[in-house]
């Protein structure tokens, strides 16, 4: 059997690319890359010769696993990059790595570069328990329940935005959870215009407004305060309330869970002696 390498590549500079990261790129059988042209002139910077370059984005990572594994299969080394960061966190390499390790073929790391670390070590928010949220959906009910669920999240979030769409994630995420909410905005991290603006969320809407988002953004928000635990007496007056409804008693102890923020237990115990 081979192995797949997952092989964390420059953000932006590309002074931060490892050299066990060269040494495994000069030993690949095959190399597994967003776009061919961008691996090339990374290559061409390690003084690597390129190997066979296999197009795996966003588009086509499902439909080439099979060529993958088959190469792996035949003892090969295939190295996975992407175009900036590391394979796996919202770039390509999830599925990749999902089928190896499902046919017990060896998976390898050479760490590096990745902007959500990079961003939230910077951030000045706390650091000691976090969230990766990735990108919102763009639209729907999926991206209300996800920026729903931020509202009540005590952990620093860290979130990744495009250019065009940062103003309306920003407002959004304002206005659901609070002006006031503590924010940092990290773009073109390692690059030569990198920025870190620190702020509240009602102060970064402010802050995009002043010039035309450009580069990859990078959005960690600070957590929610810590709410005081409902009491019984809460707690029983809103399950009397959905039940007097109609709401079964598993609904309502799932929605007063969530809702008052207290242990599904806790409300269970309480329904059963109503």
Request: aromatic share 2%; charged share 30%.
């Given at each position: 059997?081979?192995a797949?390498?997952?092989?964390?590549?420059?953000?932006?500079?590309l002074?931060?690319l490892?050299?066990?990261?060269?040494?495994?790129?000069?030993?690949a059988?095959?190399?597994?890359?967003?776009?061919?042209?961008?691996?090339?002139?990374?290559?061409?910077?390690?003084?690597?010769?390129?190997?066979?370059?296999?197009?795996?984005?966003?588009?086509?990572?499902a439909?080439?696993?099979?060529?993958?594994?088959?190469?792996?299969?035949?003892?090969?080394?295939?190295?996975v990059v992407?175009?900036?960061g590391?394979?796996g966190?919202?770039?390509?390499g999830?599925?990749?790595?999902?089928?190896?390790?499902?046919?017990?073929?060896?998976v390898?790391?050479?760490?590096?570069?990745s902007?959500?670390i990079?961003?939230?070590?910077?951030?000045?928010?706390?650091?000691?328990?976090?969230?990766?949220?990735?990108f919102?959906?763009?639209?729907?009910?999926?991206?209300?329940?996800?920026?729903?669920?931020?509202?009540?999240?005590?952990?620093?979030?860290?979130?990744?935005?495009?250019?065009?769409r940062?103003?309306r994630?920003?407002?959004?995420l304002a206005?659901?959870l609070?002006?006031?909410?503590?924010?940092?905005i990290v773009?073109?991290?390692?690059?030569?215009?990198?920025?870190?603006?620190?702020?509240?969320?009602?102060?970064?809407?402010?802050?995009?407004?002043?010039?035309?988002p450009?580069?990859?953004?990078?959005?960690?928000?600070?957590?929610a305060?810590?709410a005081?635990?409902?009491?019984?007496?809460?707690?029983?007056?809103a399950?009397?309330s959905?039940l007097?409804?109609?709401?079964d008693?598993?609904?309502?102890?799932?929605?007063?869970?969530?809702?008052?923020?207290?242990?599904?237990?806790?409300?269970?115990?309480?329904?059963?002696?109503?």
């Amino acid at each position: 059997m081979g192995a797949l390498v997952i092989v964390a590549t420059p953000i932006g500079n590309l002074g931060d690319l490892s050299p066990r990261a060269v040494e495994e790129l000069a030993k690949a059988d095959a190399i597994a890359c967003e776009d061919t042209r961008r691996t090339r002139k990374l290559l061409s910077h390690a003084g690597v010769k390129a190997p066979t370059l296999l197009t795996v984005n966003d588009h086509s990572e499902a439909r080439q696993v099979r060529a993958v594994l088959s190469r792996l299969e035949r003892g090969e080394r295939v190295v996975v990059v992407t175009d900036a960061g590391t394979p796996g966190i919202s770039d390509p390499g999830e599925r990749l790595v999902a089928a190896a390790t499902a046919a017990e073929i060896d998976v390898e790391v050479v760490p590096g570069p990745s902007a959500a670390i990079a961003a939230l070590v910077v951030s000045g928010l706390a650091t000691g328990r976090f969230v990766f949220e990735g990108f919102l959906p763009r639209r729907g009910s999926g991206r209300t329940a996800r920026i729903d669920a931020l509202r009540t999240e005590e952990r620093t979030t860290i979130l990744y935005e495009a250019p065009h769409r940062v103003r309306r994630t920003v407002a959004e995420l304002a206005e659901a959870l609070g002006a006031l909410r503590r924010v940092a905005i990290v773009r073109e991290l390692t690059k030569v215009h990198e920025e870190i603006w620190r702020g509240t969320l009602g102060g970064a809407v402010t802050h995009l407004e002043a010039a035309e988002p450009r580069g990859e953004y990078v959005l960690v928000v600070g957590g929610a305060s810590p709410a005081a635990e409902a009491s019984s007496e809460e707690v029983t007056d809103a399950l009397r309330s959905r039940l007097a409804a109609g709401t079964d008693k598993k609904t309502a102890t799932a929605e007063v869970a969530k809702e008052l923020r207290v242990s599904k237990r806790k409300v269970y115990e309480i329904a059963t002696r109503l």
